[in-house]
């Protein structure tokens, strides 16, 4: 099938890959979108698949929004048979959706209808979800509400950060993908309706959702944290400045601490939560490098009285 892609982020890669070394499918453009800046420097770059589709001479299309006129006019110029999509990041407009025959096929990681939305493998982290996996689904006006046409599952391990978790169904889900295409292409594939129970939303998680909340139980601490890593990166607050925290582990029988109260020894460094106390593993103060906990605690000395908040 002749096929526009559709993806912006490092997660799209796999399955444009994929798609470009497919022998049955031809990709004639991508749209993904408009170069932002990024980096310490703030300097404008071109999203990861734009960076792809240039390496590999394909079209790039980079609309403002997808309902441009002059976007739509080249999507019907270029005659899709099909646009598989992977974290574009915009909303679709009916006038682009009825433009290639097959319809628009998003790949999703989620087990639709659980965690709808722009986040679902964070959401998925975040409420200790023990099965995830991802859909490949027909797009629909609606949000991640179209019929599903394949499914894959994944556990979720007790140290998955979402970046982890992320990075196998991106790659699970390429060959899904592929698979889903090909099987629209020679008639054999269906999609079935989603069940109207079970329907949750995942919402993107923002840099105030990842400030953690010490009088937190402690499961809930290691969750939100391992949900957000790589984005938006967890952070508390030390001596009025900011602190970004990676993964901690559960220290359920070390001795109860207040919460936020931190105890510094020589190889661990333990906080207090509103249960168990936890062990910080990485930390970054702000405008330094990224450090240990037991090297970070041995500039700082935090004193009796110092807290994480």
Same mark, same amino acid.
């Given at each position: 099938?002749?096929?526009?892609?559709? +993806?912006? @982020?490092?997660?799209?890669?796999?399955?444009?890959?994929?798609?470009?070394?497919? @022998?049955?499918?031809?990709?004639?453009?991508?749209?993904?979108?408009?170069?932002?800046?990024?980096?310490?420097?703030?300097?404008?770059?071109?999203?990861?698949?734009?960076?792809?589709?240039?390496?590999?001479?394909?079209?790039?299309? *980079?609309?403002?929004?997808?309902?441009?006129?002059? $976007?739509?006019?080249?999507?019907? =110029?270029?005659?899709?048979?099909?646009?598989?999509?992977?974290?574009? +990041?915009?909303?679709?407009?009916?006038?682009?959706?009825?433009?290639?025959?097959? +319809?628009?096929?998003?790949?999703? $990681?989620?087990?639709?209808?659980?965690?709808?939305?722009?986040?679902? %493998?964070?959401?998925?982290?975040?409420?200790?979800?023990?099965?995830?996996? #991802?859909?490949?689904?027909?797009?629909?006006?609606?949000?991640?509400?179209?019929?599903?046409?394949? %499914?894959?599952?994944?556990?979720?391990?007790?140290?998955?950060?979402? !970046?982890?978790?992320?990075?196998?169904?991106?790659?699970? !889900?390429?060959?899904?993908?592929? &698979?889903?295409?090909?099987?629209?292409?020679?008639?054999?594939?269906?999609?079935?309706?989603?069940? @109207?129970?079970?329907?949750?939303? &995942?919402?993107?998680?923002?840099?105030?959702? /990842?400030?953690?909340?010490?009088?937190?139980? /402690?499961?809930?601490?290691?969750?939100?944290?391992?949900?957000?890593? @790589?984005?938006?990166? /967890?952070?508390? =607050? $030390?001596? +009025?400045?900011?602190?970004?925290?990676?993964?901690? *582990?559960?220290?359920?029988?070390? =001795?109860?601490?207040?919460?936020?109260?931190?105890? #510094?020894?020589?190889? &661990?460094?333990? %906080?207090?939560?509103?249960?168990?106390? %936890? =062990?910080?593993?990485?930390?970054?103060?702000?405008?330094?490098?990224?450090?240990?906990?037991?090297?970070?605690?041995?500039?700082?000395?935090?004193?009796?009285?110092?807290?994480? /908040?």
């Amino acid at each position: 099938m002749r096929l526009v892609f559709a +993806g912006t @982020p490092q997660t799209a890669l796999p399955s444009l890959r994929a798609l470009i070394g497919s @022998p049955r499918h031809e990709v004639v453009a991508v749209v993904t979108r408009p170069d932002a800046q990024s980096g310490r420097g703030r300097k404008v770059h071109p999203s990861p698949v734009a960076q792809l589709a240039e390496e590999s001479g394909i079209e790039i299309l *980079r609309p403002a929004k997808a309902s441009d006129p002059a $976007f739509l006019e080249r999507l019907r =110029e270029l005659a899709p048979d099909c646009c598989p999509v992977v974290a574009y +990041g915009a909303l679709l407009p009916q006038a682009a959706l009825d433009i290639p025959r097959h +319809g628009w096929v998003n790949l999703h $990681f989620s087990l639709l209808p659980a965690w709808r939305g722009a986040a679902p %493998v964070q959401h998925a982290v975040l409420h200790g979800d023990e099965i995830t996996g #991802a859909c490949t689904f027909q797009i629909v006006k609606e949000l991640d509400a179209g019929p599903v046409y394949g %499914v894959l599952t994944e556990r979720i391990q007790p140290h998955d950060t979402s !970046g982890a978790l992320l990075e196998r169904l991106a790659e699970a !889900g390429a060959e899904l993908l592929v &698979a889903t295409l090909d099987g629209i292409e020679d008639g054999t594939l269906e999609a079935r309706p989603q069940p @109207p129970e079970g329907v949750s939303y &995942a919402p993107k998680l923002t840099v105030d959702d /990842a400030r953690v909340d010490w009088a937190a139980p /402690a499961m809930r601490i290691d969750r939100l944290i391992r949900a957000c890593t @790589p984005s938006p990166g /967890a952070w508390s =607050e $030390f001596r +009025g400045q900011r602190v970004k925290l990676g993964p901690v *582990r559960l220290a359920p029988g070390a =001795e109860r601490l207040k919460p936020g109260e931190i105890s #510094a020894g020589k190889k &661990a460094v333990l %906080v207090g939560t509103g249960t168990h106390p %936890v =062990e910080l593993g990485e930390v970054q103060p702000q405008g330094k490098r990224v450090m240990t906990a037991v090297e970070w605690a041995r500039g700082v000395r935090p004193a009796p009285e110092d807290r994480l /908040a």
